[in-house]
């Protein structure tokens, strides 16, 4: 189902299309591989896409199509101002027809999601822009899960602390220790505005890491169920450094290959961001 009320239409600078080549915030795919200008982060691998760009499951491919790019855009791992990959491209990993995929980009289209634009560098760019917390749609993302709350943020414990202490007995080679690593820093680096999606970003690379697409996919899932929820909560300073502390710990246990570690401090994040809702809720 759509949201009720649809977001922005303003537009922003072209980003990357291919999940492939994908970076936050990356250039055009022809510059992908190009070395950043001086005193500009990182790139990094959008392993985030991954989660959420794969084969349909059985049922209407059509209305599950339109669920997934709106997963994509709603937990920002293609955010405002960035592309989608090419048509061609995701057909082909979200495995449906492209007239699908079509009716389903006109769909998010009209909701004002998405705009296409012509011409060499066009496309299809993302003009979502998260709302700004609202009390009203707190109570309304409350509304719309009904007595599914308690249920969904055990489901989340349970994916989440089960994709950390698997990562951890994981061995992991040195470009993807670095990732994570880069991925805490860009997240302890990041403002109110940007927190939320960065820190989205962050949980969901730990999943894909583990190299478990059924594991990441419920990562993804297990997020989306509580992102409109999230995103009506306003980004307090005291949690933003408690949850620094907490991210760092899951980060050290996870490359000290200590997988109870990984597993509790996971734990401790999600029962901190659990009790934050319920306060908020009442």
């Known amino acids: 189902m759509l949201p ?34 001086d005193g500009a982060p990182p ?28 997963q994509a855009i709603k937990l920002g791992v293609v955010d405002r101002g960035q592309r989608l ?19 389903a980009i006109r769909v998010i289209q009209q909701e004002g999601y998405v705009e296409s634009r012509r011409g060499r560098f066009g496309g299809t760019f993302v003009t979502y822009r998260r709302p700004k917390p609202r009390q009203s749609d707190l109570r309304r993302a409350l509304a719309e899960m009904g007595d599914a709350l308690n249920d969904t943020l055990t489901y989340r414990m349970a994916v989440e602390t089960g994709a950390a202490q698997i990562l951890a007995t994981t061995r992991l080679d040195e470009p993807k220790r670095a990732l994570l690593r880069a991925r805490l820093a860009e997240l302890n680096a990041a403002g109110p505005d940007e927190y939320r999606r960065l820190d989205t970003l962050f949980h969901l690379t730990i999943a894909e890491l583990t190299g478990s697409a059924l594991l990441s996919t419920a990562c993804a899932d297990a997020r989306m169920r509580v992102t409109d929820l999230l995103n009506a909560i306003p980004v307090l300073g005291r949690n933003i450094e408690h949850a620094a502390v ?17 597993r509790r401090a996971v734990a401790e994040h999600l029962e901190g961001t659990a009790a934050l809702l319920r306060g908020f809720l009442g």
């Open 85 to 103: 990959p090419p048509e061609r491209e995701l057909a082909r990993l979200l495995g449906v027809s492209r007239v699908t995929l079509r009716e």
């Open 4 to 37: 009720a009320e649809p977001p922005g239409t303003d537009t922003m600078p072209a980003a990357s299309a291919a999940v492939a080549d994908a970076v936050p915030g990356g250039a055009a795919p022809a510059e992908a591989n190009s070395p950043a200008p």
């Open 246 to 262: 907490q991210h760092a710990a899951i980060v050290d246990a996870v490359l000290a290959g200590d997988p109870e570690a990984a």
């Open 43 to 70: 790139e990094l691998p959008d392993l985030a896409a991954a989660a959420v760009f794969r084969p349909v499951r059985t049922g209407n491919a059509f209305e599950e199509t339109v669920e997934r790019l709106l």
